[in-house]
């Protein structure tokens, strides 16, 4: 007979803190590639650590050197053709539609480009033999090292991004007194740049190039200093040389004349000299121990174990090349914490956001401009901040929302003459809102909205209605766009996005505009005003404010149209049933209602829940690197564990460091997701999609375990959030939970769902599956019932694993303990 108790603490909570040890990216040769190099970040300030023995480089940004000027890319005679394209698509003239806009709907901009500031080189003569060189990343630490063996001398150095005193820290230092020899230059790699050097302290001034007949206002200044014990320093016209020294310290300070998006006032010299004078006041080894405890707040509050095996004493490129076909748990848990190491590392309170690169960048001309692609990208960078505990980390992105909803209004009045704010599928650092990339790709007016997701969620898993209060207007104008610009469309009625698309993607082939996609009422539009009105309402809801607004967002959301399933049994991608069978886009916009929204469930619309996966099966599963992280929170919804094992398994495919393109997705050998090229975000995606893997609370309840794959029969997991303010630990064995320590921040029902039952215990109480959860945290707006097409056979939906539902009154700042013995 099994027993069951649980267990309640009366004790206040405290923060919580669950250290894991060994968690090192290593290698045993340098870097040659940016993807082979190791990200050390402070927010504000990265770089690319390379480790070469001999001639050692450090790649440096700033997260605010863009190219450009404070600016919005409008057009004002956009707004003139904008009734001619909702016409066209009316009139079922796809074709004329898609040709006009790709002709007319066209930005003198498209976004500036975020810029490296240059680099820093570290040159030792005859250091070109070394052994037992070893070079690591300590994800628990935050801190980059090396180390080697030349002529009977250990020699090692430490890099970090201090956020403590916001400079990057490289620490020289040797086994025998005076054995130090090495010089330091500044790398430029902005044409309009120089580089002076006085005493102890090179001097690195630039300006990024003119890009889209923008002159870059953007000045910034790189200071580097270097502190020696023993030995001497000469400075020559470009570096400075050392010699005889024991040990040293260099520090990089790095700053722009940026204030805001609108507002290049400061004086970068001021800001990086004083920075600087700062830092080299300070003892070494107390600002790693800093740096070690700041980092640490964020990174402790999660661990993760699925065990460990012979393969975690691998270099982690070999680990990665190995993994398709040689089972390495400790890797799984290295590849989560990484993804978090990343969002710490570059999403600081009071930073800029991360953006499609984080915030490492080497590359003058990069990939997509490294800006915030808004149709997925940045969205996904910020999935993990508030399951994986950081929950401070989206601040940055809050106040990019702050201010999108300024320059927003300006593109929602002269493009779509409405009122409220909105903005298109990319900004840049100056908070751009027009079209981008012209009139296919740039014809997607949602991602503004899509944005404003992030700011319910802050307030679901944290109950701050402080913030909430702050973030309504936010949500209030993004509302107020589509209640002035959603049309109704001539065959059902009903209101739609026009002119819109699913991104990216397109539903039919056509030789003079090449292909089409401009569409209205694509199913991402609906779920993404679904959902934004279905989130206003309930924050005017808890704010007691705005009842006629709330009336009029109810009626609007009720003459939405319903998601649709088309003649393959799948969840309809448009409007219309023109879905290809073979279609194996990169991106799954239609599926946005099962992840990241809660809008598709097996347990509330199982036919709609049976449709998206049948979308997913035929969308398969290799794709780009982010896609397939996208992919992971997708099998982890549809509770199928072994799948979303697969895709990570898909993803931790060994991609050169040299490759930039391509079809296939995968990681690089620093465990950097490979698009490819370089993208940030599917790091985020698959960091993201482990925590689902292991627990969900979007459909009513916290669900224990919904996708727990065959491969992981035991482990534990500490520190998660869910919403309605619980952190959760839980400690599984032979796929079965055997304990769970919920801690209750906000007070409330704490309802659990579990894949098998938990007992009959005083406190825990069973419930029925109809049965509505009384805490609003986990109210959920149900859609509309979906339509079905007279083409497709209806097959019944597989049947899901049983699970149990149990409520537990919980008092805020209490602590439950529940055991299975």
Same mark, same amino acid.
């Given at each position: 007979?099994?027993?069951?108790?649980?267990?309640?603490s009366?004790?206040?909570?405290?923060?919580?803190?669950?250290?894991?040890?060994?968690?090192?990216?290593?290698?045993?040769?340098?870097?040659?590639?940016?993807?082979?190099?190791?990200?050390?970040?402070?927010?504000?300030?990265?770089?690319?650590?390379?480790?070469?023995?001999?001639?050692?480089?450090?790649?440096?940004?700033?997260?605010s050197?863009?190219?450009?000027?404070?600016?919005?890319?409008?057009?004002?005679?956009?707004? &003139?053709?904008?009734?001619?394209?909702?016409?066209?698509?009316?009139?079922?003239?796809?074709?004329?539609?898609?040709? !006009?806009?790709?002709?007319?709907?066209?930005?003198?901009?498209?976004?500036?480009?975020?810029?490296?500031?240059?680099?820093?080189? !570290?040159?030792?003569?005859?250091?070109?033999?070394?052994?037992?060189?070893?070079?690591?990343?300590?994800?628990?630490?935050?801190?980059?090292?090396?180390?080697?063996?030349?002529?009977?001398?250990h020699?090692?150095?430490?890099?970090?991004?201090?956020f403590?005193?916001?400079?990057?820290?490289?620490?020289?230092?040797?086994?025998?007194?005076?054995?130090?020899?090495?010089?330091?230059?500044a790398?430029?790699?902005?044409?309009?740049?120089?580089?002076?050097?006085?005493?102890?302290?090179?001097?690195?001034?630039?300006?990024?190039?003119?890009?889209?007949?923008l002159?870059?206002?953007?000045?910034?200044?790189? &200071?580097?200093?270097?502190?020696?014990?023993?030995?001497?320093?000469a400075?020559?016209?470009?570096?400075?040389?050392?010699?005889?020294?024991?040990?040293?310290?260099?520090y990089?300070?790095?700053?722009?004349?940026?204030?805001?998006?609108?507002?290049?006032?400061?004086?970068?010299?001021?800001?990086?000299?004083?920075?600087?004078?700062?830092?080299v006041?300070? =003892?070494?080894?107390?600002?790693?121990?800093?740096?070690?405890?700041f980092?640490?707040?964020?990174?402790?509050?999660?661990?993760l174990?699925?065990?460990?095996?012979?393969?975690?004493?691998?270099?982690?490129?070999?680990?990665?090349r190995?993994?398709?076909?040689?089972?390495?748990?400790?890797?799984?848990?290295?590849?989560?914490?990484?993804?978090?190491?990343?969002?710490?590392?570059?999403?600081?309170?009071?930073?800029?956001?991360?953006?499609l690169?984080?915030?490492?960048?080497?590359?003058?001309?990069?990939?997509?401009?490294?800006?915030y692609?808004?149709?997925?990208?940045?969205?996904?960078?910020?999935?993990?901040?508030?399951?994986?505990?950081?929950?401070?980390?989206?601040?940055?992105?809050?106040?990019?929302?702050?201010?999108?909803?300024?320059?927003?209004?300006?593109?929602?009045?002269?493009?779509?003459?409405?009122?409220?704010?909105?903005?298109?599928?990319?900004?840049d650092?100056?908070?751009?809102?027009?079209?981008?990339?012209?009139g296919?790709?740039g014809?997607?007016?949602?991602?503004?909205?899509?944005?404003?997701?992030?700011?319910?969620?802050?307030? !679901?898993?944290?109950?701050?209605?402080?913030?909430?209060?702050?973030?309504y207007?936010?949500?209030?104008?993004?509302?107020?766009?589509?209640?002035?610009?959603?049309?109704?469309?001539?065959?059902?009625?009903?209101?739609?996005?026009?002119?819109?698309?699913?991104?990216?993607?397109?539903?039919?082939?056509?030789?003079?505009s090449?292909g089409?996609?401009?569409?209205?009422?694509?199913?991402?539009?609906?779920?993404?005003?679904?959902?934004?009105?279905?989130?206003?309402?309930?924050?005017?809801?808890?704010?007691?404010?705005?009842?006629?607004?709330?009336?009029?967002?109810?009626?609007?959301?009720?003459?939405?149209?319903?998601?649709?399933i088309?003649?393959?049994?799948q969840?309809q991608?448009?409007?219309?049933?023109?879905?290809?069978?073979?279609?194996?886009?990169?991106?799954?916009?239609?599926?946005?209602?099962?992840?990241?929204?809660?809008?598709?469930?097996?347990?509330?619309?199982? =036919?709609?829940?049976?449709?998206?996966?049948?979308?997913?099966?035929?969308?398969? =599963?290799?794709?780009?690197?982010?896609?397939?992280?996208?992919?992971?929170?997708?099998?982890?919804?549809?509770?199928?564990?072994?799948?979303?094992?697969?895709?990570?398994?898909?993803?931790?495919?060994?991609?050169?460091?040299?490759?930039?393109?391509?079809?296939?997705?995968?990681?690089?050998?620093?465990?950097?997701?490979?698009h490819?090229?370089?993208?940030?975000?599917?790091?985020?995606?698959?960091?993201?999609?482990?925590?689902e893997?292991?627990?969900?609370?979007?459909?009513?309840?916290?669900?224990?375990?919904?996708?727990?794959?065959?491969?992981?029969?035991?482990?534990?997991?500490k520190?998660?959030?869910?919403?309605?303010?619980?952190?959760?630990?839980?400690?599984?064995?032979?796929?079965?939970?055997k304990?769970?320590?919920?801690?209750?921040? !906000?007070?409330?029902?704490?309802?659990?769902?579990?894949?098998?039952?938990?007992?009959?215990?005083?406190?825990?109480?069973?419930?029925?599956?109809?049965?509505?959860?009384?805490?609003?945290?986990?109210?959920?707006?149900?859609?509309?019932?979906?339509?079905?097409?007279?083409?497709?056979?209806?097959?019944?939906?597989?049947?899901?694993?049983?699970?149990?539902?149990?409520?537990?009154?919980?008092?805020?700042?209490?602590?439950?303990?529940?055991?299975? &013995?």
């Amino acid at each position: 007979m099994r027993r069951y108790f649980i267990t309640l603490s009366i004790c206040a909570i405290s923060l919580s803190s669950f250290a894991q040890s060994n968690l090192k990216l290593w290698y045993d040769q340098p870097a040659t590639n940016f993807n082979e190099a190791l990200p050390i970040g402070n927010g504000r300030l990265a770089a690319m650590v390379f480790g070469a023995p001999a001639s050692d480089k450090l790649q440096l940004n700033e997260e605010s050197i863009w190219t450009g000027q404070p600016h919005n890319n409008l057009t004002d005679s956009q707004g &003139l053709v904008i009734p001619e394209l909702r016409r066209l698509l009316f009139e079922k003239k796809y074709a004329e539609a898609q040709a !006009l806009s790709k002709e007319k709907m066209k930005s003198p901009q498209n976004g500036m480009s975020y810029q490296p500031a240059g680099n820093l080189l !570290l040159n030792f003569k005859g250091h070109d033999k070394v052994t037992n060189y070893r070079r690591e990343l300590d994800i628990s630490k935050a801190v980059s090292s090396i180390s080697y063996d030349l002529g009977g001398v250990h020699y090692k150095r430490t890099y970090f991004a201090s956020f403590v005193d916001s400079v990057i820290v490289i620490h020289l230092e040797a086994s025998k007194a005076g054995a130090l020899n090495f010089e330091i230059a500044a790398g430029k790699v902005q044409k309009n740049s120089a580089v002076s050097v006085q005493g102890n302290q090179i001097r690195m001034q630039g300006t990024p190039a003119e890009a889209e007949g923008l002159a870059a206002k953007i000045n910034f200044v790189t &200071l580097i200093n270097v502190v020696n014990s023993g030995g001497r320093i000469a400075a020559a016209d470009t570096s400075i040389k050392v010699s005889g020294a024991s040990s040293a310290t260099i520090y990089v300070s790095i700053a722009t004349n940026f204030k805001n998006y609108r507002d290049l006032s400061v004086d970068p010299q001021i800001k990086a000299a004083g920075i600087i004078s700062r830092a080299v006041k300070k =003892d070494y080894d107390s600002q790693l121990a800093a740096q070690v405890k700041f980092y640490q707040q964020y990174y402790n509050r999660v661990s993760l174990d699925l065990g460990s095996n012979a393969s975690a004493a691998l270099p982690t490129d070999q680990r990665i090349r190995n993994f398709k076909t040689t089972y390495d748990p400790q890797l799984l848990s290295l590849y989560f914490q990484f993804g978090r190491y990343l969002l710490i590392s570059s999403s600081q309170p009071g930073d800029q956001p991360g953006n499609l690169q984080g915030k490492w960048n080497d590359r003058i001309k990069p990939a997509w401009d490294s800006k915030y692609t808004i149709n997925i990208n940045t969205e996904m960078n910020y999935w993990p901040s508030e399951p994986a505990n950081l929950s401070e980390l989206g601040t940055p992105l809050f106040n990019m929302l702050k201010e999108l909803a300024v320059t927003g209004r300006e593109s929602a009045d002269k493009i779509y003459h409405a009122k409220g704010w909105m903005a298109h599928h990319n900004t840049d650092l100056w908070r751009i809102t027009g079209i981008v990339d012209g009139g296919f790709y740039g014809m997607f007016p949602n991602g503004g909205a899509w944005l404003t997701r992030h700011l319910w969620e802050h307030y !679901l898993y944290t109950g701050d209605q402080k913030f909430l209060k702050e973030a309504y207007p936010i949500l209030k104008g993004a509302a107020e766009f589509y209640v002035d610009a959603l049309q109704k469309e001539p065959d059902h009625g009903w209101l739609v996005v026009s002119p819109s698309m699913s991104p990216e993607n397109k539903y039919m082939s056509d030789a003079k505009s090449g292909g089409v996609g401009l569409t209205y009422g694509s199913t991402m539009d609906n779920q993404i005003v679904f959902e934004l009105f279905s989130h206003t309402i309930r924050a005017a809801e808890v704010l007691k404010t705005d009842q006629a607004f709330v009336e009029v967002l109810q009626q609007k959301r009720a003459l939405l149209p319903p998601m649709q399933i088309g003649q393959f049994g799948q969840l309809q991608e448009w409007i219309e049933d023109w879905d290809r069978k073979n279609d194996q886009h990169r991106h799954i916009s239609h599926l946005f209602g099962l992840y990241p929204a809660n809008q598709i469930s097996p347990y509330r619309n199982p =036919d709609i829940f049976a449709a998206a996966k049948n979308t997913l099966i035929s969308r398969g =599963d290799v794709s780009t690197g982010w896609s397939m992280g996208w992919k992971v929170n997708f099998w982890a919804r549809m509770k199928d564990g072994d799948h979303a094992f697969k895709i990570i398994s898909d993803q931790l495919n060994l991609v050169s460091p040299e490759v930039q393109s391509g079809q296939g997705g995968g990681t690089y050998p620093n465990l950097f997701d490979a698009h490819p090229p370089f993208q940030i975000d599917g790091n985020f995606g698959c960091t993201a999609g482990i925590t689902e893997m292991l627990l969900q609370s979007q459909d009513g309840a916290i669900e224990l375990l919904p996708a727990l794959p065959a491969a992981w029969d035991k482990g534990s997991i500490k520190g998660l959030r869910a919403r309605g303010g619980f952190v959760i630990d839980i400690d599984w064995e032979n796929h079965r939970v055997k304990h769970v320590k919920i801690v209750s921040t !906000l007070g409330g029902n704490c309802r659990l769902r579990s894949p098998h039952a938990l007992g009959k215990t005083a406190g825990l109480k069973p419930v029925a599956a109809n049965q509505e959860n009384p805490n609003g945290f986990f109210r959920v707006d149900q859609p509309k019932k979906a339509l079905l097409s007279p083409k497709v056979v209806q097959q019944a939906a597989a049947p899901l694993k049983e699970t149990m539902l149990y409520d537990l009154k919980t008092e805020t700042g209490k602590i439950y303990e529940i055991n299975t &013995l």
